[in-house]
């Protein structure tokens, strides 16, 4: 059985970094670039079959500016792409980088 502060379950709490901006830096292009990220991830999703009405791909920016991708997905679907990816990985497949 999994612990609660265990892998995986990171607090997903309040974060200063994310609400205090530095001038200068450019938190949009990361942001767009994360958008960009996103939308192509839900579209891969679908791709493999999975169901992606209950998945949500958001958009954020760092705190350096740089684009982060915040994934969510339903129990059944977090399943069903990791058997995907172990497919993937079994079959001597690679994940572009």
Do not use: N
């Not at 901006?21 to 791709?47: F, I, Q, S, T």
């Not at 969510?72 to 980088?97: C, F, K, N, Y």
């Amino acid at each position: 059985m999994c612990r609660a502060d265990g892998p995986g379950f990171e607090d997903d709490g309040f974060d200063v970094d994310e609400v205090l901006w530095a001038p200068g830096v450019d938190y949009v292009g990361g942001w767009r670039a994360a958008a960009d990220a996103a939308g192509a991830l839900r579209e891969a999703l679908g791709a493999l079959g999975l169901a992606v009405d209950g998945v949500k791909a958001q958009a954020h920016a760092a705190a350096d500016g740089s684009g982060v991708v915040r994934l969510r997905l339903p129990v059944a679907v977090a399943w069903q792409l990791t058997e995907a990816i172990r497919a993937v990985a079994e079959g001597g497949g690679r994940a572009a980088s």
